[in-house]
C-alpha cells in the first residue's frame, strides 16, 4: 500500500477519556497534516509536521490536543478527556515537502465518537 | 486570512448532464487553488490544481475547472457525470504560513446527487 493509513478507522469513547489516532504517510514524505471534519465546521487545519517537529500548531482547539512525530514517520494525534465536541473525523495528509506545489495525500480518516 | 465559499451545499444532476460546481476564494495574492472528491468511507483525492499560467486547468476524471481572477472563482465543471461521481467535492485554497509551511483552507463541500 502506497498511500497514507489511519488506524483505527471508527473510535467510540466516553466523555473524558484519552484517545489515540494514528497516522502512516506515505514513505519517503517529510510533511505530514492533520485536519478535523466535522459537522458545522468542515475541514479545519490542526497541526503541521516537517520531519520530527511541529512548526506549525496554530488549529489545535485547546491544549486537550496534543501530536507527535516519531522517525519522521508515524504522527499520533492524542486528544486527553475527551469531550463531545470533539466528535469528528480527523484526518492525516502527507506530502512530499511541505511546498506549496506538492500535492497533500489524504488517508481514510478516523471517525470519532464522544458519548 | 482567506476563505473558501462552496454556495451549493447539495446538488442533484442526472446521469449524462454536465455539472458545475462553484468555488469562490478570498485571499490577498495569486492564489493556490484546489479542488478535492471524497467519496463514501474514502480519503480526499485531488482531482485538480491551479498555481499560476493557463487559467483552465484539466484534472483526472474528466473533470476542469477555470480560474477567474475578476470572479474570484474556481468552478470545476464536468460535460457529462457518471454515476460514479456521485461524492463530496471540496474546493480549498492553499496558503503559506507564517510558519513556511502550506496548508489548505477548505470550503464547506457541495455533495452530488446523481439520478438515472
Known amino acids: 500500500g502506497a498511500g497514507v493509513s489511519q488506524s483505527p478507522s471508527n473510535k467510540v469513547t466516553e466523555k473524558g477519556k484519552d484517545v489515540e489516532l494514528r497516522c502512516d504517510p506515505i514513505?519517503?514524505?517529510?510533511?505530514l497534516y492533520w485536519y478535523r471534519q466535522s459537522l458545522g465546521q468542515g475541514l479545519e487545519f490542526l497541526i503541521y509536521?516537517?520531519?520530527?517537529?511541529?512548526?506549525?500548531k496554530s488549529g489545535l482547539p485547546s491544549d486537550r490536543f496534543s501530536a507527535e512525530r516519531t522517525g519522521g514517520s508515524v504522527s499520533t494525534l492524542t486528544i486527553q478527556r475527551t469531550q463531545q465536541e470533539d466528535s469528528a473525523v480527523y484526518l492525516c495528509?502527507?506530502?512530499?515537502?511541505?511546498?506549496?506545489?506538492?500535492?497533500?495525500?489524504f488517508g481514510p480518516g478516523t471517525r470519532l465518537t464522544v458519548l | 486570512a482567506q476563505s473558501v465559499t462552496q454556495p451549493d451545499i447539495h446538488i442533484t444532476v442526472s446521469e449524462g448532464a454536465s455539472l458545475e460546481l462553484r468555488c469562490n476564494y478570498s485571499y490577498g495574492a495569486t492564489p493556490y487553488l484546489f479542488w478535492y472528491v471524497q467519496s463514501p468511507g474514502q480519503g480526499l483525492q485531488l482531482l485538480l490544481k491551479y498555481f499560476s499560467g493557463d487559467t483552465l486547468v484539466q484534472g483526472i476524471k474528466g473533470f476542469e475547472a477555470e480560474f477567474k481572477r475578476s470572479q474570484s472563482s474556481f468552478n470545476l465543471r464536468k460535460p457529462s457525470v457518471h454515476w460514479s461521481d456521485a461524492a463530496e467535492y471540496f474546493c480549498?485554497?492553499?496558503?503559506?504560513?507564517?510558519?513556511?509551511?502550506?496548508?489548505?483552507?477548505f470550503g464547506t463541500g457541495t455533495r452530488l446527487t446523481i439520478i438515472p
Open positions: 495528509a502527507s506530502s512530499l515537502m511541505g511546498l506549496p506545489t506538492d500535492t497533500q495525500y
Open positions: 480549498a485554497v492553499g496558503d503559506k504560513s507564517n510558519f513556511g509551511n502550506e496548508k489548505l483552507t
Open positions: 509536521f516537517q520531519g520530527n517537529s511541529a512548526p506549525d
Open positions: 514513505s519517503g514524505h517529510t510533511a
